[in-house]
């Protein structure tokens, strides 16, 4: 139990594009939905805090115009960014809490280059 | 404030016995996690500590002290597929956001 899905695992795109990272979560429903990204050989920065049926709750420093995200359901979160650059090349990891527990389950992470 | 301390690097041969100790500040305490990360991948749970005391799952366990704010994980019969980062993580009670440590990053020696 507790599966998280992401798709896609890999996404190569010219700069200027906007690509989306889709999260469910496949044997639970997740109110709360968590956005990271990390760099290699580095922590895991979190990007923002997805909630269902609200809009998102970003941390310091990360722009909401250009990470959009989107929790339109108990099963699925969305991130779109929008017009990449090179600079965020990076892996982005979704995580999804099951209602009622405390611990988060991770996705297996979508790795973004952007030429 | 908010601050978790873990060791950046431990080596060990297979076969034998590690600790990774962490220890943690928060405003708030909500539980304290022990993920897996191998290089390339995300992380995968782990344990969970609510309560003071030892959980035992196999070849892990992972203790916690809430009044010293310290937890360890031990690994036992290390295996060569152990090397990996182990990231010590809280949830903070305020926020619910969990605050995660820098990592530690195993290596396991044939």
């Known amino acids: 139990g507790a599966v998280v899905s992401q798709h896609p695992s890999w996404v190569i795109c010219k700069s200027g594009t906007s690509v989306k990272i889709e999260c469910r979560s496949l044997?639970?429903?997740?109110?709360?939905m968590f956005w990271y990204r990390q760099f290699p050989k580095q922590s895991l920065m979190l990007m923002a805090t997805s909630n269902e049926g609200s809009k998102a709750t970003y941390e310091q420093g990360v722009e909401k115009d250009k990470f959009l995200i989107n929790h339109a359901s108990l099963t699925l979160s969305t991130l779109t960014v929008t017009s990449a650059h090179p600079e965020d090349s990076s892996f982005y990891i979704c995580s999804a809490i099951p209602d009622s527990q405390e611990t988060q389950y991770f996705g297996p992470g979508t790795r973004l280059l952007v030429l | 404030g908010q601050n978790i301390d873990q060791p950046t690097e431990m080596t060990a041969t297979e076969g034998a016995i590690v600790q990774i100790n962490c220890t943690y500040q928060?405003?708030?305490?909500?539980?304290l996690f022990w993920y897996q990360q191998h290089a390339g991948e995300a992380p995968t749970f782990l344990s969970y500590n609510v309560l003071d005391g030892l959980e035992e799952k196999g070849r892990f366990s992972s203790f916690l002290s809430r009044s010293k704010g310290y937890s360890y994980l031990l690994l036992k019969e290390l295996q060569m597929k152990d090397s990996a980062s182990y990231l010590c993580a809280v949830r903070d009670l305020g926020t619910y956001k969990y605050i995660f440590g820098t990592g530690t990053r195993l290596k396991v020696l044939a």
């Open positions: 928060t405003s708030g305490f909500n539980g």
């Open positions: 044997d639970f429903q997740a109110t709360t």
